[in-house]
């Protein structure tokens, strides 16, 4: 970096350099001698390329009415050109502000840029703003999106004028066996006007219409241009091509543009084709969701009325789907980015406010150096400068200053928003890019960043007493007004730094009560992985068999204490659920609430390490000879039967008429089955080989590090089935560490942004009691003279910064108190005004302050009067 800037210098004169400090690089002079011409070369095409540009405007009088045109453009180059040196002359707080400016722009652009591609980009439709989802939403939990049944969507269709389509769509995950190894692949079902509401064509061939999005159809389906590069290597004979899944096979009939999988779909198959008699049957059962294109004369809130209009008129004929839900209708952007939205606008917000503190830093900056120039200012307002002159050239120096620190900043975005990738696996976040809305927001920043440092000092450095400045030699005592100025900057700082600490604490607090939390069965040692037999596993006989070679293969490896199988494995993300019904007791369909339900094997609980309440737990017997157990949770007997007669009561889960009775034969502890941060739902357990999977999950207990154990386990399961598909494969503690990901990158980010602004709000208090310390070595010299003591000049100057870190405190506590609620909804079992994180952070940001003014105050003491005295 050094040898850059000595080149750049050395292409100006000699004289140049020793007029404005840079002797000190002189020992390159003669590295450059041999060079000679070469250093010639670029300064007269220097000076070339300014004259040029000066004499192209001046060739411009006789077209520019007046004498203004000419006039400004000859002074902005030279305002440019003086700034540039005059920043040059000053190597270190040029340094220092272009640094400062590019993190706070960076940092600014990088953030902007994820919540603008999440929140705001346009998303590649037709008229996007007219496509929405519907679905039915808990009243009391907005957020417990239900989204609808099939019965209910083809009466909303029907009843509805609000859309021009309204189409359906079901998740819809497949094993790909196409090639060596089997993959896992994630798709979704949709009716066929799917594609006429999203409003985009395919890329090849064509989408499937009303003959194929029916029962008993022959099997097609479209692909994304994802899938199709990389699983077919954009063979352009795709189409008519059969495919293989597990499921059966499908004849591809088109390939969709790229860009169009932002719905996350590898494929689309007809939903008709694919969703079953059970789903057709029943409006108890919200698998669907809904995605509609209004009409041009309709908004949002037409269609929100008139479909809740519709949903209430169905609930009142079908009192079964009364369970205390409301209709949403909202834009499709909106919906996919809800559960992203309150994060990304407090972490814009927060990193805002490092941007706002850089800049009061810089304008203090601004200031300290607007003092030391007083004299210049003087000498040219003396010589006929007007003050819009002198203020103009100050604010070209502030504005070019910007202009560099924000081309620094775009660059370092481009770093930044990479680094989010280590962070976070949610494809929402990855896909960020740096286009012209995102530059035109760093351009934004830059000018504003220009108004914000810029402005107030050159109006301050303007104003100089020219009387004064001249009498008082090289140096200026500065003015009250200024210094006054300056504190208050530093107390800005300092209370914008504490909001930013309070919110970083109680992230902090938040993520630590998540870790806490008990999940309900020991996560040490446990490997996990999801796996699905192929297709030729097409019996009862056949899955169970291979349930019983698993468990005894994967038992028997070395290092293995147990091994288990489940259809599901707790701290899944998602659960599906059914309607609690007891015998003896009369409720309407949902009264009671409902309740996971799982499949397990007999050492289910025994190898989890879930403990086993009363009753007990399944044997072998169990769904073979004696049919019809159930295992419950505590949480779920403690709610029905506080005085714990549990056992023996029979109970069903689903529908009244979907299911048997089935006899509560235990009562188990109670699993975090979601996430540590969610509330554990009732659960329920059944005996596997009472419904056999071919898709499950192994959990293995080992009796050292997990990790050590993986490649024996999948060794012997491809032993035991060579076209087995494994996937998801890792610890307990990894998959606990993936499910709190969300918290730990907001934590992280907002950390950052905390620590750079405690960072710099330390700076810029010590830039200030520097300054006003070296303003009174003079007096600190007389004082030391006339008798005092080191530590008393130590305590006149810490005082002074503690001073502006206590008012800084004080005010930021009145903004931490009165923004907290804007982290309500990221926090965990901690209120948004704690006081102990009000109290930590308060101590903190004050012993920082207290250390960025002890420097100072130590190098005060420590001069000799008779020093001090000649320094005047």
Known sequence: ?????????????????RRFGFDMLADFEDRWREKRSLRLALRTLFDVVTAAALERFSRRRERIPGPKGDGLMRILL??????????????????????????????NTAMFSVAYGVLWRSMPYPHPDRIVMVGEVDSKKPD??????????????????????????????????????????SGVAVTQDFFTVMGVNPALGRVFGDSEDRKGAAPVIVLSNRMWASRFAGDP???????????????????????????QAEFWTPLEQVINDYFRSR????????????????????????????????????????RGLVVRVNGLKTELSRDLRPALLVLLGAVTLVLLIACGNLAALMLVRGTGRAREMAIRAALGGRGSRLFRQLLTESALLACAGGVAGIALSFWATRFIGFLTKDPRLLDVRIDTSVLLFAAAA??????????????RATRVDVS??????????????????????????????????????????????????????????????????????????????????????????????????????????????????IEGRASGAGELGASTFRRVMPNYFNVLGIPLVRGRVFDDRDGITRIGGVIIDEAFARRFWPNGDAIGRRIKIGPKDASDWLTIVGVVGTVRQIGLDSDAPYSTYEPIVSRPYTRFEIAVRTSGDASSVIASVRRQLRTLEPN???????????????????????????????????????????????????????????????????????????????????????????LTLTSARLLTSLLFKVEANDPLTLIVSSIVLTLVAATASWLPAHRACRIAPIDALRSE
């Open 446 to 459: 830059t000018i504003a960043t220009t108004v914000l440092f810029g402005i107030a000092p050159a109006i």
């Open 283 to 322: 409006r108890t059962v919200w698998v669907l969701r809904a995605i509609g294109r209004l009409r041009d004369a309709r908004n949002i809130s037409d269609a929100q009325t008139e479909v809740e209009a519709i949903a209430g008129q169905i609930r009142r004929d079908f009192p079964e789907t009364n």
């Open 78 to 107: 030279q305002d440019l050109r003086f700034a540039a040196r005059t920043l040059l002359r000053s190597p270190g707080f040029t340094f220092v502000t272009l640094m400062t400016l590019a993190l706070g722009i960076g940092l």
């Open 468 to 581: 004064d400045a001249l009498k008082s030699g090289t140096r200026s005592s500065g003015s009250p007004e200024r210094a006054f100025v300056q504190r208050m900057l530093v107390i800005a700082e300092m209370a914008l730094c504490l909001a930013l600490l309070s919110g970083a604490g109680l992230l902090f607090t938040s993520f630590r009560r998540v870790l806490d939390v008990q999940p309900g069965f020991r996560t040490d040692n446990l490997i996990t992985m999801r796996v699905n037999l192929p297709g030729s596993y097409d019996s009862v006989a056949a899955v169970t068999q291979f349930y019983k070679r698993a468990y005894e293969g994967l038992a028997a490896l070395p290092g293995v204490t147990g091994a288990t199988l489940v259809n599901r494995l707790p701290i899944t993300g998602q659960e599906s659920n059914g309607d609690i019904n």
């Open 1 to 17: 970096m050094r040898r850059m800037v000595a080149a750049l210098l050395f292409l100006f004169p000699p004289a140049f350099r």
């Open 144 to 185: 417990a999106y239900w989204g609808t049944s099939y019965l209910n969507l083809l009466d909303w269709r029907a009843r509805s004028s609000s859309f021009e389509h309204l189409a359906g769509v079901l998740p819809d995950e497949r094993v790909l066996r196409e090639g060596s190894d089997p993959v896992r692949i």
């Open 724 to 814: 087995l598909l494994i996937d998801n494969v890792g610890t307990m503690a990894q998959r606990i560490g993936d499910s709190v990901a969300p918290r730990r990158l907001n934590l992280v980010l907002f950390g950052l942004f905390a620590a750079l602004a405690l960072g710099l709000a330390s700076v810029g208090l010590y830039g200030v009691v520097a300054y006003a310390a070296s303003r009174r070595t003079q007096e600190f010299g007389i004082r030391m003279a006339l008798g005092a003591r080191s530590a008393d000049v130590l305590r006149l100057v810490l005082g002074q910064g503690l001073r502006l870190a206590v008012s800084g405190v004080v005010f930021g506590l009145v």
């Open 237 to 263: 004979a795709i189409l008519g091509r059969t495919i293989r899944f597990d499921s059966g096979e499908f004849t591809v009939i088109g390939v969709m543009p790229a860009g169009f999988e932002d719905q």
